[in-house]
């Protein structure tokens, strides 16, 4: 709602079809960012980030945003 109290009754999935854990959601410069990883319990995995222009919007995947030598 617009008063952050109760559930608007929308929802979208960014990752259908996925499990994802430790969500990142935040807004700069206009447009949103989602980073998760996938549940793979101990197994390392990479790191997935998504950007829209708007929260409901049409999400795009981008490349793995923690990159490194032990990447």
């Not at 008063?3 to 259908?16: A, E, T």
């Not at 996938?38 to 990479?46: F, M, R, V």
């Amino acid at each position: 709602s617009d008063d952050y109290l109760f559930y608007s009754g929308k929802y979208i999935r960014i990752f259908p079809d996925r499990y994802m854990e430790a969500p990142v959601l935040f807004k700069s410069h206009g447009k949103y960012y989602l980073i998760a990883s996938g549940c793979t319990g101990w197994e390392p995995n990479a790191a997935r980030l998504a950007i829209a222009e708007s929260i409901f919007g049409r999400w795009r995947e981008l490349e793995n945003p923690c990159v490194g030598v032990d990447r």
